[in-house]
């Protein structure tokens, strides 16, 4: 488990595993070092969720997964009304927004999917190695 805070690693002393102190934006493995990488609730609060899914494919091995989870921007006005004080917690607590479907970091290839809950309140990506993120991939394309 890598985290930026001692404190949420802390507070998964119960679950298995090595800890370390790290930023998603620079991950401090080599490339291709894992077959599995999994992500939840993180990127809605860094600055560059780009950078940051890019790094997880770095570290992927040729034929791993990354499996990330993520606050999105609802669709519709009532979604997004209902979900205000949602999105004001996150923001303030954890210096985090909800990232819009237009800004939604994932390539679509037939070896990746994206799944979004609650009205798009809650988005689910999976990936492979192959797939590449950057500014000029969007959704879709």
């Known amino acids: 488990m890598l985290d930026l805070s001692t404190s949420m690693l802390d507070h998964a ?3 298995p595993g090595d800890r370390m102190i790290g930023d998603v934006l620079s991950l401090p493995f080599i490339d291709g070092c894992f077959d599995v990488v999994v992500s939840a609730w993180v990127i ?3 600055p560059d969720p780009m950078r940051a899914l890019s790094e997880y494919l770095r570290v992927l091995s040729p ?3 990354v499996f990330y989870t993520f606050c999105s921007l609802p ?3 009532l979604s997004r009304a209902g979900s205000a004080f949602l ?3 996150v923001r303030t607590r954890f210096a985090g ?4 479907a237009e800004r939604t970091p ?3 290839c037939q070896r990746s999917h994206r799944v979004r809950f609650q009205g798009g309140l809650t988005t689910e990506i999976a990936l492979m190695k192959c797939c590449t993120v950057g500014p000029d991939v969007a959704p879709g394309n």
């Not at 927004?97 to 819009?100: G, R, S, T």
């Open 44 to 46: 809605e609060t860094v």
């Open 87 to 89: 999105r004001t917690v």
């Open 106 to 108: 994932w390539h679509d």
């Open 13 to 15: 002393v119960d679950v």
């Open 63 to 65: 034929t791993g997964h």
């Open 97 to 100: 927004d909800f990232i819009p």
């Open 75 to 77: 669709d519709g006005w």
